[in-house]
């Protein structure tokens, strides 16, 4: 277990801070006494904790820059956001490799660095693995999610080299009633018209979106923690399992299957790479470091979501 090197009240920098896990996560460093920054691409507002970038560019006000305690990095072209063609393949890529290497790069160039930079990557890194269970050493992929995770993880090697701590979060499926994934099927699961996707064997590894940003925290103050990390709960299951349990938190039956063939037909590439084909991560890493999940298991994180 690693040591705590905060015991004040830091000045954190988040990029995509109006994304789920953003504002989610800003809300979080408030309510924690800390003072949280938003990277944004418009002008900032009058008085507002924000800073301007250009993530394709790299435009940054550097004085403005210096001084922060830590930086969180989550921006990027939603993988989900619509059918992959050769153009949408290239935003998924560029959002996050250009943009994170643009800014680990400003980050190396400051006077006053951050002590630690925790740049988002995902689970996606290791492939379609089956039930093979995945740590942080696991082997991997070689398809388009995989070496977008690979260019996304190498992007912050300038801020490595210039002596900040950089923690990758591979995250997994973010579990929330506000967006993602569980979002999304909660409407056809409260019709009755839920259930597994494909031959549902597929294995989901999700983290409830409170347990990620408490992650998120406790990756800041572990300086034990470097590299990535996975940050999924640890009771990853099938997507069979998932949708029964889902429909039994929400009292609905869920044996309405979607077909592979129908999951192709209406998202072409994306549904192999994102539906249809899963990994078992488990977080030793996190888990090491002496982190305690408070919804470690799938019926308390559906309920505990279900319930506000």
Partial sequence: MGSNQWSERMKILVSGASGLVGSRLCSYLE?????????????????????RWNPQTGDFDMAALEGFDAVVHLAGESIAGGRWNAARKARIRDSRSVGTRHLATALARLTAKPKVL???????????????????AASHGDDFLA??????????????????????????????????ALAKMLTPFKLCLGGPLGHGRQVMSW??????????????????????????????????????????????????????????????EMADALLLSGQRVTPKRL????????HPELAGALSALLSR
Wanted: charged residues 25%; glycine residues 10%.
């Fill in 31 to 51: 309510a924690h006494d800390h003072e949280a920054w938003k990277l944004t691409r418009r002008p900032p507002s009058d008085g507002a904790r924000e800073l």
């Fill in 118 to 136: 925790v740049s988002a990557s995902a689970i996606g890194i290791y492939g379609p693995r089956g039930d093979e269970p995945l740590d942080e």
């Fill in 147 to 180: 070496s977008v995770c690979e260019a996304w993880e190498a992007a912050a090697e300038p801020a490595r080299e210039a002596g900040i701590r950089v923690v990758h979060p591979r995250l997994g499926v973010v579990l929330s009633t506000e967006g993602g």
């Fill in 207 to 268: 983290i409830h979106i409170d347990d990620l940003t408490k992650a998120l925290l406790h990756m800041i103050e572990d300086d034990s923690l470097e590299g990535p990390v996975n940050s999924t709960a640890p009771a990853a299951m099938s997507n069979a399992d998932f949708s029964r349990a889902l429909g039994k938190a929400l009292g609905r039956p869920a044996f309405i299957p979607m077909p592979g063939f129908q999951a192709r037909l209406l998202f072409g």
């Fill in 287 to 294: 888990e090491a470091s002496g982190f305690r999940f408070d």
